[in-house]
């Protein structure tokens, strides 16, 4: 167990509709990460939030959305979905910003798009 | 982000010593050495980095080439629960807005033989 929290953990859906995706950080973790994990594209970056700041986007579309709130959660909105988007969604927190603080990862978001 | 090279599978028998090769040959001289795991139906996991130096950890040790182009994943005694996908990331340094991020390649499939 990682102490990074997921919810929901299935998601099924219609195509044009919206969800969102919630994660609890570890305790004491100021950086949550979201990663997008499909079976064309892999695992890919989407975007990163220190103390309630965006400090990096990846290849997030425009339909999708993020922040992180005072504490410290984070939610991933998506919106007018597509077939395309069904994924694994994760969501990982370190508790700082630096690159040699390991990311610890929830177990994931499985959105499933009919 | 510089680029990884890793075979696209390997295998061991259980309780042998597994060597996971990765190739970087255009990392920068800030670029941090990160391998994470990625076991069946679960989140990446991380597993161990490092800098310039050889770095040893409970789950696995680290051996980086002197001209750091190159990096081992050694795991002392593959057990079948260490079947998974191990991928090697460079991280860039603290200074970009990018450098938080994990860049995931295709990874290695490890399968461990009973």
């Known amino acids: 167990d990682s102490g990074v929290t997921q919810t929901p953990k299935h998601l099924i859906t219609a195509t044009g509709q919206r969800v969102t995706l919630r994660c609890s950080p570890r305790s004491g973790d100021l950086s949550v990460y979201w990663y997008q994990q499909s079976l064309d594209q892999g695992l890919q970056f989407l975007i990163h939030y220190y103390n309630g700041e965006e400090r990096a986007k990846g290849n997030i579309l425009e339909r999708f959305s993020a922040q992180q709130f005072p504490d410290l959660h984070s939610e991933l909105n998506l919106s007018s979905l597509e077939l395309g988007d069904s994924a694994l969604y994760f969501c990982a927190s370190s508790v700082g910003r630096d690159s040699y603080n390991e990311q610890f990862f929830g177990p994931g978001t499985r959105l499933t798009v009919l | 982000d510089a680029k990884t090279t890793q075979p696209n599978s390997m295998e061991s028998n259980e309780e042998e010593p597994v060597h996971l090769p990765c190739n970087h040959s255009t990392i920068s001289g800030t670029d941090y050495i990160h391998w994470y795991r990625q076991l069946p139906s679960q989140g990446p996991e991380y597993v161990i980095h490092?800098?310039?130096s050889n770095v040893n950890n409970r789950m696995a040790s680290l051996a980086i080439a002197e001209d750091r182009k190159s990096s081992t994943l050694i795991l002392h005694r593959a057990t079948l629960r260490d079947a998974a996908v191990y991928y090697c990331i460079l991280r860039a340094n603290a200074g970009g807005t990018s450098y938080g991020k994990l860049t995931f390649g295709q990874g290695t499939i490890l399968t461990v033989h009973p």
């Open positions: 490092g800098l310039t």
